[in-house]
């Protein structure tokens, strides 16, 4: 009986003690900042092209560390580059064609402004001999009413003097219409040469807009890095032919990562978008990364069936993304860390 009442008591013991010890972790987690289990992740970006052509050459390797606008992927363009050469030489005629409709223009307004000029002046004249001739008229007159005390040489003189600016007011007032016809062709011309002047214009820019496409494809040739990253995935080989849009390069970026853990529901007033995080990666123990909150999920990602009791409750989850400064890249994809936030109304 003994031996019995002390197997009893020995487990009273250890049971009282494993009681004790759970009860004392349990209220260690309670005092324990909020908090959770995570693993980085980096920013993946993909890289395509826009044009479909074979790999000629790949200047970088998987985990290698690249700089903005380093060339990583060289692609065989020579149809995009005979566009563009084409589209530069079309360029060209059509400015040179714009520039010679612009001469155009120029020339038949000069030549109206001329025959204006041209019209007045024979009017001018035109007046000036109307006025002769009609002094003339008016001595041959006075000559015709002396009679015989004029000599019949002098009545003649006068009266060819009269119809000789007779004669040249006629020419006169005929150039003055010649010249004004001129003028009147000048602005059909000058109309004419406008319309060539606009269509010629929007040739120019018609071939602008190829060419600078053109120029794009050809740049498009050449896939560069949009900014600091490490190459994370070269999906295709030298000699590929691919197709536009495909991916040619996986990029991750490092210099900010992201570490997502999941917050049970009675720790959720401790997350607040803006809020700080502690971050402690296993692979760098005794150091400690300083993250921002940025998004806490709206909805839990686990629900039980029916939600009765406070233990049920306390089974909800909820996705919480904090991003973490990583100028020196000690936080890699993959890494797990555990993030810790402070207090709140705890």
């Known amino acids: 009986m003994r031996r019995i009442a002390l197997a009893v008591l020995l487990l009273v013991v250890v049971l009282s003690a494993l009681l004790a010890w759970r009860l004392h972790l349990q209220a260690a987690e309670a005092r324990a900042p909020a908090g959770g289990s995570g693993e980085i992740e980096g920013t993946d970006i993909d890289l395509a092209s826009r044009v479909g052509a074979r790999i000629l050459e790949q200047r ?20 995009p580059a005979a566009a563009l050469a084409e589209a530069e030489a079309r360029l060209v005629a059509a400015r040179a064609q714009a520039a010679a409709a612009g001469s155009s223009v120029e020339a038949s307004r000069r030549q109206r402004e001329a025959a204006v000029a041209g019209q007045l002046a024979a009017r001018a004249q035109a007046d000036a001999l109307v006025a002769q001739r009609d002094a003339a008229k008016r001595q041959a007159s006075r000559l015709e009413a002396l009679g015989s005390d004029v000599t019949t ?27 004004e016809q001129q003028a009147a062709a000048a602005v059909v011309a000058i109309r004419a040469s406008g319309a060539q002047a606009v269509a010629a214009e929007a040739q120019m820019k018609t071939a602008e807009a190829t060419a600078a496409r053109a120029r794009l494809l050809v740049e498009e040739c050449q896939v560069r890095a949009p900014l600091d990253a490490v190459v994370e995935d070269l999906p295709h080989e030298p000699g590929e032919l691919v197709q536009a849009g495909q991916p040619l390069v996986r990029l991750v970026e490092l210099s900010e990562v992201k570490a ?26 005794g150091e400690r990364f300083e993250g921002v ?18 233990t049920d409750r306390d089974r909800l989850v909820y996705p919480v993304e904090v991003w973490v400064a990583n100028p020196q890249g000690k936080l890699r994809p993959g890494m797990p860390v555990q993030v810790s936030l402070p207090a709140a109304g705890r």
């Not at 003649?156 to 006629?170: K, V, W, Y």
Request: proline content about 4%.
């Open 60 to 79: 970088v390797k998987k985990g290698e560390a690249v700089r903005r606008g380093d060339l990583l992927v060289a692609l065989d363009c020579a149809d």
């Open 153 to 179: 040489s002098s009545r003649d003189l006068t009266r060819a003097s009269a119809e000789g600016l007779e004669g040249q007011t006629r020419a006169a007032l005929a150039q003055a219409n010649a010249s």
């Open 260 to 285: 997502t853990f999941y917050l049970p529901n009675a720790e959720l007033a401790a997350a607040r978008p803006g809020g700080h995080a502690t971050v402690v990666a296993d692979a760098w123990p």
């Open 293 to 310: 909150v940025r998004t806490v999920a709206l909805q839990a990602e686990f629900t039980p069936r029916n939600i009765q009791t406070r």
